[in-house]
């Protein structure tokens, strides 16, 4: 029996918490935009809702509790084959906006696409692998084992020749004969370790839709300095605070799902959201595993 549940029996004034369903719902009615509340139709309001939230998926993602902007615009529903569905305007901003830099846009958590204040995405590339120079990083990772040759192909040929379409850069990186999934894991790996990003669309390929590439450090030359004065701890501390004020309440490994790090990393930055009184253990009334959440959305459980 693990040292704190045994401390918890011996403590006759320890009362065990439960997690309150109706306050968790109405809490994510607010931080996930639900009916009955109005849907967003500006994309000011858009940015507002990014920059409260910290982060957010752009679509909802299966087995991802994670507030999304479709949600938010077209209410808690299956993303829309037609492309005239109203939710789609939600498209249209993420497009216009690549080169905006009114928020950072990649394929982020679960290597999806992530959209991300502005204040925030430092503490996203606090946790990443780019430690000093643009020119040296994705080589030491590359000589380490930790990024594979597609995808150092990829970088260099940003990195060298600046921002390109993707079907320019899959030819100009060599990789026009490598299969199309071994061309868009390179992307997505460079995108979640906020090596690239995209940062416009051009009228190339089948459909006249093509992602424009380029470096991080060129896009958001500011980033890495705002980065670098901050920790790894403190970096997790506050993603995770921004995530449960998302979300209310969630298990530990809910949250391991979504950032992807190890359990001891993550264990410490919950026990330090616990130490600040800002989530709490509590029973679920319905499950069996026991959830974090936030402090005003548990009760006693009398």
Known sequence: ???????????????????????LQKHRMRTFNLPPRCRFTTLAVA????????????????????????????ENRFVADAHDDPGH???????????KKIWYYAKILRKKATMISLEVAPYFYALSENYGSPDEDYLIAYEE???????????ETLLNEGALNALDLRKAAKLTNAKDSEFHKALDLLQADFKILPVGVAQAGAWNYSHIYEIVPRH?????????????????????????????????????????????L??????????????????????????LALQDLVKPNC
Request: glycine content about 4%; aromatic content about 10%; hydrophobic content about 45%.
């Open 266 to 291: 993550l264990a410490r930055a919950v026990a330090g959201l616990v130490q600040k009184k800002i989530i709490v253990e509590a029973e679920h009334p319905k499950q069996k595993e026991k959830r």
């Open 1 to 23: 029996m693990a040292r704190n549940d045994i401390s918890k029996r011996l403590d006759y004034n320890y009362i065990m918490l439960v997690l309150d369903l109706k306050k």
């Open 89 to 99: 305007i939600t498209w249209t901003w993420k497009d216009d906006a690549l080169d």
């Open 220 to 264: 958001f030359p500011k980033l890495p300095e705002q980065a670098r004065r901050i920790s790894e701890g403190a970096a997790r501390m506050k993603l995770l605070e921004l995530y449960f004020e998302s979300i209310g309440a969630a298990t530990e490994s809910d949250a391991a799902k979504l950032f992807g790090w190890k359990k001891e």
């Open 47 to 74: 940015l507002k809702f990014i920059n409260m939230r910290g982060f957010i998926h752009f679509w909802p993602i299966k087995g991802i509790d994670l507030p999304s902007l479709w949600t938010a615009v077209a």
């Open 145 to 155: 084992g930790r990024l594979p040759q597609s995808a150092k192909q990829v970088y």
